[in-house]
């Protein structure tokens, strides 16, 4: 029996693809832009046309116009640490009990913040965040692929400041050109050997040989996967390696990853076995929330809620929660 939306509500949740940046709440992005200086809209609907994609939006690039909006507002600690609060706060009307939120330190550098100040400031959000809301968090850091494989590097060397706390993984987003991880090499071969968890933006709106060349390179995790629905030879791997794709509907319509429904290969995955999850990727620029994700799902598909406790259960574990994190809410999952 399909799920209500009642019932998606009471669900406890994972979420493991969340972009800080693309995911600050409007009252948020309010009070940040008053800490810069920088002048917005006054009314909340010019606003909202500024931090939100089109639902038109003609490709990535255009989807990805309300970043460059925000950014200015997220170069001091104040603000990132306040932005990692906000985004858990919204979390939990949700019910996720835990989540990954993935950003780009190198973004941040516009203020003359160091590497580590920004994600010193962004984990302290994430601490605040779980002290006061009912979510567990990590961060994932992204390195941008318009980027050299240096300053790359310099992110993946992150993982090695004992200082620094709840860093859970390591991605690779922005533009997506096909053969990526072989440019990377370099960069994912460093991953692997320092055993940081990888997950990999893949098959978003490139080939699918991207996603398998993405596993290759150590990726447990696919960022979107989208571009699988042209190679179903490769599902039973996936099902059997236990490869998990991080889908999130909403954007991948708006990014023109897919075209039609009919295209849209999640359900076609999860009965083949093959670890579907449901994300937001960026609340704000989405205009989404994950009830509404999953909501859409189920009207998508008629997906009752043992099918959506599954695919909950494979986020679960597929995140890179640390293993007290993991026996804390291994119950509820």
């Known amino acids: ?27 948020t992005i309010r009070r940040l832009a008053q800490q810069a200086g920088i002048e917005l809209p006054v009314s909340d609907d010019d606003l909202r046309q500024k931090i939100t994609a089109p639902q038109d939006a003609d490709n990535l690039l255009a989807y990805l116009a309300p970043f460059d909006f925000v950014l200015p507002m997220l170069q001091t600690e104040a603000a990132l640490e306040l932005a990692a609060y906000d985004i858990l706060e919204q979390a939990q009307k949700d019910n996720i009990r835990y989540m990954e939120i993935r950003f780009a ?12 100040q920004i994600v010193a400031a ?8 779980e002290r006061d809301f009912q979510v567990k968090a990590n961060a994932l850091l992204c390195g941008m692929r318009h980027e050299s494989v240096d300053s ?11 200082g620094l706390t709840h860093l859970a993984g390591f991605d690779l987003a922005g533009v997506e050109v096909d053969g990526f991880p072989e440019h990377f090499a370099p960069v994912l071969e460093k991953v692997r050997s320092e055993q940081i968890p990888l997950t990999l933006h893949a098959g978003e709106c490139g080939c699918a040989q991207n996603v398998l060349g993405a596993i290759k390179a150590g990726a447990s995790r696919i960022g979107h996967g989208v571009a699988l629905k042209d190679i179903p030879e490769s599902w039973p791997d996936l099902a059997a390696n236990k490869i998990t794709i991080e889908m999130a509907p909403t954007s991948n319509f708006q990014t023109k990853a897919v075209d039609t429904l009919a295209n849209y290969p999640f359900k076609k995955l999860f009965d083949a076995g093959v670890r579907v999850t449901i994300n937001t990727d960026n609340r704000t620029v989405s205009d989404t929330t994950l009830n509404d994700e999953y909501e859409k799902i189920a009207d998508w598909y008629d997906l009752s809620e043992t099918d959506f406790r599954q695919i909950t259960r494979y986020a679960f574990e597929a995140s890179f929660m640390s293993q007290e994190q993991r026996e804390l809410l291994a119950k509820e999952f």
């Open 1 to 27: 029996m399909r799920i209500t939306r009642l019932e998606i509500e009471q669900l406890p949740k994972v979420e493991l693809h969340c972009h800080l940046d693309g995911s600050i709440a409007m009252p």
């Open 105 to 116: 330190p190198t973004l941040h550098t516009a203020g003359g913040l160091t590497l580590p």
């Open 122 to 129: 962004v984990t302290r959000g994430l601490v605040a965040g």
């Open 152 to 162: 790359i590097l310099t992110v993946v060397e992150l993982f090695a400041d004992g």
